[in-house]
């Protein structure tokens, strides 16, 4: 038989729970053609796959690879970890719909996507186009970001409350996004200018979701000491419209906190046994990653951005804001949660030489406290600044992780050279230290949440299965030598064991080395 393809003798992990078994795997186009043992003489590109894990591609639920795929079509960051489709838009940041060269949506967004010479797309068609011109190397789909729809609704600056003129215009760009093939509508109700939104809002642009039937990614208001009112307030917003609901990144921040995860999987257990509709994504790790400038009270956050660097010239406005970081109220300071000696900048562009150091040790090197080490970076700052921020426990992190609810995402952020490691290796991580090293669920387990359960969510009725109809993306693996070599000084480092990406039946990565092809394609709702 003439096949493009053919694995021998590999270990099938079929990505929906079923134990492992040897068999052969059979590849036509972009299609697995036959699953069996023990074929004649089949034709193709042939792998002995003896002692490998053959399994689906991983499917990344939780991205930010809006700008990444324009910069590198072939997504190299994703294939080299052996993911092979992703969703993007999430935590209410996105770059589509966009008023020519929007400074507002460019500020909201640098931190999380990086730079890009020019904004300009329209609306979520024109966006395709950009990205279809270039190729994509990872399957894409995508989420209509609420920043996008605040910024080219709302007249000047966009943190503030919207009139029923501009939530009517949202809900308007809300629809066509879904006419055009979103697979969903994301906010990130922590970050700037989405805080700003009141429930009315909420509700409109959410009845819009329910009407089409589209997913509800959310990043809550609050992920520490208020974290259990942030969750009931989307547990409510998505009873309500009756969506269907994605906790982005599940998790409590800061050491207090950690006892409050089985009250938070509580509540969501008794939301779907009350008929709602809600899962939540997680990336395995302990410590996140996101934009310096959240580190300030919601207020500052209103300010556009060469405002706020006046306002923290002034000393009394230096201490209003420590004085408000050491106490909040009614939102997440990561300073108070944290300490200073567990915030790392990883990306500081105009300070470039402070990267990789806790800003205790900027600190120290400044001869500065960290309060005035922090707010003088932020002053001088022209471009993007990054940290990272250890936020939860280990136990807390395996309690999420095991939960029958959970889906794999990365968070992956590429808005400079320096990031957090889960951005390169986050999948591989995942394997190597909670399945290989702690055994902390089965591989068959691990590789479901990471595929065939996420395809489930989103409707992906042809991927994310080792199965005979469905598409060739597969990922070929040494179970014996995984490795995540990956660090914080070295986030790009390549994997051991990770031989070979299959998307669409086409090779995206062989031998451990991205062949940069463009073989993914936009998968719309």
Not at 16 to 31: E, L, P, R, T
Not at 32 to 42: L, M, S, T, W, Y
Not at 424 to 450: C, G, N, P, R
Request: charged share 25%; proline share 4%.
């Amino acid at each position: 038989m003439a096949y493009d393809i053919y694995f021998k003798n590999a270990t099938i992990v079929d990505g929906i729970g079923n134990d492992s078994y040897v068999g052969d795997v059979a590849i036509k186009n972009d299609m697995i053609e036959k699953i069996g043992k023990g074929e004649g003489n089949p034709s193709g590109q042939i792998f002995d796959a003896t002692g490998l894990v053959l399994c689906p591609g991983f499917i990344d639920i939780h991205a930010h690879s809006e700008l990444e795929v324009l910069r590198d079509p072939s997504m190299a960051a994703k294939i080299g970890q052996g993911i092979t489709t992703e969703v993007s838009g999430n935590c209410g940041i996105g770059v589509f719909p966009v008023k020519k060269d929007d400074a507002n949506l460019y500020g909201f967004v640098r931190d999380v996507l990086g730079s890009y010479p020019s904004f300009g797309w329209k609306d979520f068609s024109r966006y395709l186009s950009a990205v279809e011109e270039k190729g994509n190397g990872t399957n894409m789909a995508f989420l209509q970001s609420h920043s996008a729809l605040r910024c080219y609704a709302l007249e000047g600056n966009p943190n503030r409350s919207a009139n029923s003129v501009e939530v009517k215009e949202m809900c308007s760009l809300l629809e066509e996004s879904y006419k055009q093939g979103c697979l969903g509508f994301s906010s990130g109700l922590y970050y700037a200018p989405c805080l700003f939104a009141g429930r009315g809002e909420l509700i409109a642009l959410l009845e819009v979701t329910k009407r089409y039937d589209r997913l509800f990614a959310v990043h809550i208001r609050c992920e520490g000491d208020d974290v259990i009112e942030a969750l009931q307030e989307v547990l409510e917003l998505a009873k309500y419209t009756g969506v269907r609901l994605e906790v982005s990144h599940l998790k409590a921040i800061g050491r207090n906190n950690q006892l409050l995860i089985s009250q938070m999987l509580s509540m969501i257990e008794t939301a779907r046994l009350d008929g709602l509709d809600v899962l939540f994504d997680q990336y395995p790790y302990e410590y996140g990653s996101t934009s310096l400038f959240s580190l300030l009270p919601p207020q500052y956050l209103r300010l556009e951005r060469g405002d706020l660097q006046t306002l923290l010239g002034s000393p009394k406005e230096r201490e209003a804001i420590k004085a408000m970081m050491k106490d909040p109220q009614g939102w997440d300071s990561l300073y108070e949660l944290c300490g200073w000696d567990n915030i790392t900048a990883i990306t500081m562009d105009s300070n470039s030489q402070y990267e990789g150091l806790t800003f205790t040790e900027i600190a120290n090197r400044r001869n500065q406290g960290p309060f005035e080490a922090f707010f003088d970076l932020l002053k001088e700052e022209k471009g993007s600044a990054v940290m990272t921020d250890i936020t939860e426990s280990q136990e807390s992190l395996k309690k999420i992780m095991t939960h029958p609810l959970m889906c794999f995402g990365t968070d992956a952020l590429y808005a400079g050279e320096k990031c957090h490691p889960r951005s390169f290796q986050a999948a591989i991580h995942f394997i190597d230290k909670y399945w290989k090293q702690k055994q902390v669920m089965s591989l068959e387990q691990m590789i479901y949440k990471m595929t065939g359960e996420t395809a489930s969510r989103l409707g992906l009725s042809d991927r994310g299965r080792v199965k005979e109809g469905y598409k060739a993306d597969l990922v070929l693996f040494d179970p014996k030598i995984i490795k995540d070599n990956s660090s914080a000084s070295n986030p790009k480092a390549k994997p051991d064991g990770l031989l070979m990406v299959l998307v669409n039946g086409k090779i995206a990565l062989n031998d451990g080395t991205p062949t940069h092809c463009c073989a993914g394609v936009i998968l719309k709702a």
